[in-house]
């Protein structure tokens, strides 16, 4: 037997008052606007009536503190597993716009030459092949049941753009995965599909701040 869902969640908003990129920089916790939105996240698990038995969290701050109601919400552990990090940046710890930001310093010009790996840091392949290698881990590790793994935007998106069969490569700015948003995959004859989206944390976008990754 396997599971019946994988739930893919990405993390609430970050404290960031200095707007910078935060990537996999050690620290960044979620915000009290972050924490009020992982608990959304877990009430709309708890409300689906899911039977999740499992739930595991990329190891970073944020997407800890994320997991964290889900895994109360169903009286289980919280396990981590690496492979659904952020991925590398040479932006980390840099404010991308504005006046002194990182677009504007040609000495970081070089890093930009092909969004299409991209340059700045870790293949959309590699990242793509590890979440999906961490789903199918996820998926066969237990016998009934959903999974739910928190992670990041540019991860789950690179899980969405796969299993979609589209283009890695892609603007970041038409990515459809909102703080502490919910993106489900199932198996659908041969391989995996994914089988719903949702914002259950919609109601605090407007006031949210989003600036973590490129």
């Known amino acids: 037997m ?7 969640v990405r993390h609430g908003e970050v404290f960031n008052p200095q707007g910078v990129l935060y990537g996999r ?6 915000s009290e606007l972050g924490a009020q939105m992982a608990e959304s996240a877990a009430a ?9 038995v499992r739930v595991i969290a990329s190891p970073l701050q944020r997407a ?23 991925p590398t ?16 310093d040609v000495r970081n010009w070089p890093f930009l030459v092909n969004p299409l790996r991209p340059s700045w840091g870790e293949p959309f392949r590699l990242v793509a092949d590890r979440m999906l290698a961490a789903i199918d881990d996820a998926w066969n590790s237990v016998d009934d049941g959903d999974v739910v793994l928190v992670s990041h935007q540019l991860p789950i998106w690179m899980v969405h753009r796969a299993l979609a069969h589209e283009r890695l490569a892609h603007d970041p700015r038409t990515r459809r995965c909102a703080l502490s948003s919910i993106t ?16 259950p944390a919609a109601h605090l ?6 600036v973590g990754a490129i």
């Open 89 to 104: 940046n040479h932006f980390e710890g840099k404010r991308m716009r504005g006046q002194g930001g990182a677009l504007r």
């Open 25 to 30: 920089l050690p620290n960044y916790r979620l």
């Open 44 to 52: 709309e698990l708890l409300t689906r009536g899911r039977p999740v």
């Open 64 to 86: 800890q503190e994320s997991a964290a109601p889900i895994a109360r919400a169903f009286s289980l552990a919280l396990d981590t597993d690496e492979r659904i990090i952020e």
């Open 184 to 199: 489900t995959v199932s198996w659908r004859g041969d391989r995996f599909e994914e089988t719903a989206y949702s914002s």
């Open 2 to 8: 396997v599971a019946s869902q994988v739930h893919l």
């Open 205 to 210: 976008q407007g006031s949210a701040t989003d």
